[in-house]
Each structure stands twice: as structure tokens, then as C-alpha cells.
């Protein structure tokens, strides 16, 4: 089994800044693609940030320039700085991790979801 903890989320003013965290632990082999996701109150849950074992990064429109995804492999750690928040950033953010426990594939991962509110 694998297990995903997250934190870092916060209240934040309009223009601020938050680094979320999420450290997977348990059985892992590997780990291949890492992301970010986000869902608002009565909306979809919708990718945000996704970064690829060689690092590739790949970014919703509507965060580019203003959010960075990375990863630490020796912490099986995956991070989203995100610098000039908005309200409409206002939501629960979740990481996926796909990780290899020994069976030769990966297989998806979830977070419990951090709560990043974006208000004055």
C-alpha cells in the first residue's frame, strides 16, 4: 500500500504566494508521473500541474506563469509553488502519484486534499 500526505494549504491574500507538499510512503518501487489537481465547490475536479519522471512539466492554461511543479525523488515528494493567487484559485488541491509497487506498472494514487482559500 501506498500513502499520500499533503500539506501546505492555506488562507492567503489575492497575490500571495503557498508551496504545497505531498510525500508518498509504503511500498514503492518507483514512481513515474506526479500532479496536481484541484476542485472548487460544485465544479469538476480539473489537473492543474503534471511533471514526468524525467521532469516534463506540463501546466493548465490558467496557471502558467505563476505556478511551478517539482519533484524530489529521494523524498518521493512532489511540490506546487504557486506565487500570484487568485480567488479563482480558491479550492481543494489533491496530488496523484502513479507509483510502481513491484508489480511492473503504475498504478494511480490519491491525496486526502489540501484546502488552498484565496480571499481578503
Known amino acids: 500500500q501506498v500513502q499520500l500526505v499533503e500539506s501546505g494549504g492555506d488562507l492567503v491574500q489575492p497575490g500571495g504566494s503557498l508551496r504545497l507538499s505531498c510525500a508518498a510512503s509504503?511500498?514503492?518501487?518507483?514512481?513515474?508521473?506526479m500532479g496536481w489537481y484541484r476542485q472548487a465547490p460544485g465544479k469538476q475536479r480539473e489537473l492543474v500541474a503534471t511533471?514526468?519522471?524525467?521532469?516534463?512539466?506540463n501546466y493548465a492554461d490558467f496557471v502558467k506563469g505563476r505556478f511551478t511543479i517539482s519533484r524530489d525523488d529521494a523524498k518521493n515528494t512532489v511540490y506546487l509553488q504557486m506565487n500570484s493567487l487568485k480567488p479563482e484559485d480558491t479550492a481543494m488541491y489533491y496530488c496523484n502519484i502513479e507509483v510502481d509497487t513491484g508489480r511492473g506498472f503504475g498504478y494511480d494514487y490519491w491525496g486526502q486534499g489540501t484546502q488552498v482559500t484565496v480571499s481578503s
Open positions: 511533471i514526468s519522471k524525467s521532469g516534463s512539466t
Open positions: 509504503g511500498m514503492i518501487v518507483s514512481i513515474y508521473f
